[in-house]
């Protein structure tokens, strides 16, 4: 308490800069209380720790809220100012976070993006650039000046980026921009359904996690996928299943894969025997529809499962789901939990139309 409340002589003497900005936050969430926010007028430690706050996260949506975060970092009064205020920033958004929700409103913001004059997308990129500490980005296609951003920027610390896809667009120069940031291990390619691209090839050796298109799986190097744990693939409108067999027999080769969604509008039966002929070594599957509510499984597509599970060892949670309308399917599963357990003894979880099965001390339970 008595740190927070003695006043530095000098700001140089202040061991704000000792802390790292996760920290920093931790200690106003776990002491915003009144009585200490109100000593951010008179402690420069706790007005820096909010400055730090204030901008660990920058999310920008509209012309106005950009022109008005580069009037802030443009400070004319204090030279300094766009410095200290750079160094604070972890994580850089230009979208809209309710586009999954408000599609209408998403394409009026990127049309409002497109009117920024070339003065103001100028000043963005100089910004931007002087981001040493940046950890996450988020941009959006469709508006204009994202190639610009791909093009000219680069990130020594970027650790995440989210690239959200809008009128079935993808940039011809993301490759390029991945492959000049090895440090990423977060990777996501958001609401992408065009056309298949004919890119290079993509070298990301700290990837971890991934969550895009399919057909974007073939194209990492050997050295990309070796540390990859997660994925998350997404059939678009192109796809066919050569594309999502050429992407099944690239996850074979990754050693550490454990957790493997698909998102698609195949059979459920017809795919799961690509997965378990490609990649039995996993320990979470999951399957989830494009489009289109749940239908009951057939009693042909769970024996074929059934005999898929047998060359699995690992799997610990499976699940196959859909767009929830509201109502479960009136049909007793427990048959189909019991043949998939006998067949697959690593099973603890499953999750079948909408419902969820837990084992218990040799037990299917319904949760």
Not at 328 to 337: A, F, N, Q, S, V
Request: charged content about 20%; overall charge negative.
């Amino acid at each position: 308490m008595s740190v927070l409340i003695r006043r530095a002589p000098r700001e140089r003497n202040s061991i704000i800069g000792w802390f790292p900005n996760e920290l920093l936050m931790g200690v106003m969430r776990y002491s915003s209380q009144l009585d200490l926010v109100a000593l951010s007028r008179t402690s420069r430690l706790c007005y820096d720790i909010a400055m730090r706050l204030l901008y660990h996260t920058v999310t920008l949506s509209t012309g106005t809220q950009i022109e008005s975060w580069l009037r802030t970092m443009e400070s004319t009064e204090h030279p300094t100012l766009s410095l200290v205020l750079c160094d604070h920033v972890r994580r850089f958004t230009i979208t809209n976070l309710d586009v999954e929700w408000e599609p209408n409103r998403f394409l009026n913001t990127i049309q409002t993006l497109k009117n920024l004059s070339s003065q103001t997308v100028e000043a963005l990129i100089s910004i931007l650039a002087q981001l040493h500490h940046l950890e996450f980005l988020e941009l959006t296609d469709g508006i204009e000046f994202t190639d610009t951003l791909l093009d000219c920027l680069y990130f020594k610390t970027l650790f995440e980026f989210e690239y959200r896809a809008a009128d079935s667009q993808i940039s011809s120069l993301l490759p390029s921009f991945l492959n000049q940031h090895p440090t990423i291990t977060h990777l996501s390619l958001v609401n992408y359904n065009g056309p298949l691209q004919q890119w290079d090839t993509i070298h990301l050796p700290n990837l971890t996690k991934y969550m895009g298109p399919n057909f974007l799986i073939p194209l990492f190097t050997s050295e990309s996928i070796r540390m990859l744990t997660e994925a998350c693939l997404g059939a678009n409108r192109s796809s066919d299943d050569l594309d999502i067999e050429a992407a099944l027999l690239r996850l074979a080769t990754m050693p550490a894969l454990h957790r493997l969604v698909i998102v698609h509008d195949m059979e459920d039966s017809t795919l799961f025997r690509s997965v378990a002929n490609h990649v039995p070594r996993i320990g979470i599957l999951r399957f989830g529809k494009a489009k289109g509510f749940l239908i009951q499984m057939s009693s042909e597509d769970t024996h074929e499962i059934a005999v898929g599970l047998e060359k699995f060892d690992r799997l610990s949670n499976l699940s196959f789901v859909g767009v929830y309308n509201g109502k479960g399917l009136e049909c007793d599963d427990r048959p189909t939990i019991e043949l998939w357990s006998r067949a697959c003894k690593s099973l603890s979880s499953i999750g079948l139309h909408y419902n969820w099965w837990d084992q218990s001390e040799g037990h299917w339970e319904r949760m």
